[in-house]
């Protein structure tokens, strides 16, 4: 497994996001669904080196904030709360305070290398992401499914999935959903480096290294 998102274990967070810098992270272990923001996430922006990256965000108990984040380990940067009538003025703003001039590449398929898509599918406690190349297709990475008291599992499906143009970092915006009474649901966000060379299909420009 390339690098999970899990609580305190790992730099990569697949997180709610709220207004506060702390927020509750999806969790291998049965979680107490009232921890956990339950937010609607929409991509917006990277900056010039890919590092930092835009979110819009519309919290049931906050409202509506734009948040900077890390592309490397999606720590919060900064949180900006804004009313709906600002938002377009707000988002030009941040986008100027921070550099967020990169418009990010919407499609599976990686933008330098057409012949990697990425795909996302549940299997079990675990949304996998594949790396696709041809009719071959590899396990790249995993994240954790929250899981519930009771032990259900939500079921998680992607809602959006975006490249930054070099091809060399993935933004992957996924909603977990409880069915039954409680209705639990929300958007996370995972972010990371892709390595190319960590999808072996056993070609020689498997071994090509990534900066």
Same mark, same amino acid.
């Given at each position: 497994?390339?690098?999970?998102?899990?609580?305190?274990?790992?730099?990569? +967070?697949?997180?709610?996001? !709220?207004?506060?810098?702390?927020?509750?992270?999806?969790?291998?272990?049965?979680?107490?669904?009232?921890?956990?923001?339950?937010?609607?996430?929409?991509?917006?922006?990277?900056?010039?080196? %890919?590092?930092?990256?835009?979110?819009?965000?519309?919290?049931?108990?906050?409202?509506? @904030?734009?948040?900077?984040? %890390?592309? #490397?380990?999606?720590?919060?940067?900064?949180?900006?709360?804004?009313?709906?009538? =600002?938002? =377009?003025?707000?988002?030009?703003? @941040?986008?100027?305070?921070?550099?967020?001039?990169?418009?990010? @590449?919407?499609?599976?398929?990686?933008?330098?290398? /057409?012949?990697?898509?990425?795909?996302? *599918?549940? /299997?079990?406690?675990?949304?996998?992401?594949?790396?696709?190349? !041809?009719?071959?297709?590899?396990?790249?990475?995993?994240?954790?499914?929250?899981?519930?008291?009771?032990?259900? +599992?939500?079921?998680?499906?992607? &809602?959006?999935?975006?490249?930054?143009?070099? *091809? &060399?970092?993935?933004?992957?915006?996924?909603?977990?959903?409880?069915?039954?009474?409680?209705?639990?649901?929300?958007?996370?966000?995972?972010?990371?480096?892709?390595?190319?060379? /960590?999808? #072996?299909?056993?070609?020689?420009? =498997?071994?090509?290294? =990534?900066?």
């Amino acid at each position: 497994m390339f690098r999970p998102a899990l609580l305190a274990l790992a730099t990569l +967070l697949a997180v709610p996001l !709220g207004f506060a810098p702390s927020v509750a992270a999806a969790r291998t272990a049965k979680s107490d669904l009232m921890d956990i923001r339950k937010v609607q996430l929409e991509f917006l922006a990277f900056n010039e080196d %890919s590092d930092e990256y835009l979110v819009k965000v519309i919290d049931e108990n906050v409202g509506t @904030v734009l948040q900077v984040r %890390s592309t #490397k380990d999606n720590e919060l940067v900064k949180a900006y709360p804004y009313m709906l009538d =600002d938002e =377009d003025k707000t988002i030009r703003r @941040v986008r100027k305070k921070h550099n967020l001039s990169q418009d990010p @590449v919407e499609d599976p398929a990686n933008p330098k290398k /057409k012949a990697l898509t990425l795909l996302l *599918g549940q /299997k079990d406690d675990k949304l996998i992401i594949y790396v696709m190349k !041809g009719d071959r297709i590899q396990k790249y990475d995993d994240i954790p499914v929250l899981k519930d008291n009771d032990g259900n +599992l939500a079921k998680a499906t992607m &809602k959006q999935l975006v490249w930054d143009q070099r *091809g &060399k970092n993935v933004v992957i915006i996924y909603h977990q959903k409880f069915p039954g009474e409680h209705g639990f649901q929300s958007d996370f966000v995972y972010s990371f480096k892709f390595k190319s060379y /960590k999808a #072996k299909f056993g070609d020689a420009d =498997d071994s090509d290294s =990534d900066d």
